[in-house]
């Protein structure tokens, strides 16, 4: 399936369920044409089903965050069919801490597998696809980042969160906020974007005890995807608010 004339194309990362499979719906209700990635195909292409059925255009594709091979072979895919990519939503995402043990008590596979997923994975997805974000007249890139990485909010003891210390989880997060500012500094004399979001506390099955549904939960990744020239780049922000690092 190719994209229809003058259609964006768009990648999301982690789409089989929860914030990104809604990403995937709402920007796919805007006109884009969306590749609805997930690390096992055939949940993939379950899921992109379910939103042809809605009579949207999406199209599945395998993409494993922490495969190199499977990031490489996604990118020629992309490559070989749209020959460019217009918006890369990195959503895929892992919580894996044991919430019964402090920062100091966390053991290091749990920080590995973690930031494997949350951090190496954005890094390396983003690498692969930027050669064909570039050949998009002004590509957008989405970091799904949490107000759990907000070292200032971490660091407040009149935040919310101050007392919600999930460590390898926040601190991925975190490294997720720095990469995007670094990124987003490499790319500004271009007409790139990138920004780190916070989707809210979002009922998904990572969080079982969020406040949003999902929604709500997808409408900052779809803002940020759809921003016009006049929009920020480098910046971390939860529906219209700009959010502190
Ligand atoms: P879910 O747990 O509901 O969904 C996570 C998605 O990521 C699934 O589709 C899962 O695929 C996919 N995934 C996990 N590992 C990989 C991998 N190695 N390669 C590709 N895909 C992978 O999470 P949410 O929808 O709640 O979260 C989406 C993003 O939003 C995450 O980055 C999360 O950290 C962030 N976020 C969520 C909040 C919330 O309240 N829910 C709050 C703040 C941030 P599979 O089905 O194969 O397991």
């Given amino acids: 399936m190719s994209a229809q004339n003058n259609s964006k194309v768009a990648l999301v990362t982690g789409a089989t369920r929860g914030i990104g499979f809604e990403t995937v719906r709402q920007l796919a209700g805007q006109g884009v044409h969306v590749l609805l990635a997930g ?9 992109a089903l379910k939103l042809q059925s809605e009579g949207l255009q999406v199209e599945a594709i395998a993409l494993d965050v922490t495969r190199p091979d499977s990031i490489a072979a996604a990118a020629q895919e992309v490559e070989r069919k749209h020959g460019k990519l217009d918006i890369l939503v990195n959503n895929a995402g892992v919580l894996r801490d044991d919430m019964q043990r402090k920062p100091s008590e966390q053991s290091l596979d749990t920080w590995r597998e973690t930031f494997d997923t949350n951090v190496f994975g954005v890094v390396a997805t983003t690498q692969a696809f930027l050669p064909l974000l570039k050949r998009a007249p002004a590509a957008r890139i989405v970091n799904l980042s949490s107000i759990l990485g907000s070292i200032a909010a971490n660091a407040d003891p009149a935040s919310p969160i101050y007392d919600f210390k999930i460590p390898a989880y926040n601190v991925s ?8 500012v670094q990124l987003a500094h490499e790319l500004k004399d271009t007409a790139i974007k990138v920004n780190a979001v916070h989707p809210g506390s979002v009922k998904t099955d990572m969080n079982a005890h969020g406040d949003l549904e ?15 020239e006049r929009g920020p780049s480098g910046g971390f922000v939860h529906f219209e608010d700009t959010l502190p690092w």
């Fill in 214 to 228: 999902v929604a709500d939960g997808a409408r900052t990744s779809v803002r940020m995807a759809l921003l016009d």
């Fill in 173 to 180: 997060k975190s490294a997720v906020n720095a990469w995007t």
């Fill in 39 to 47: 690390r096992d195909r055939a949940k993939a292409v379950e899921a």
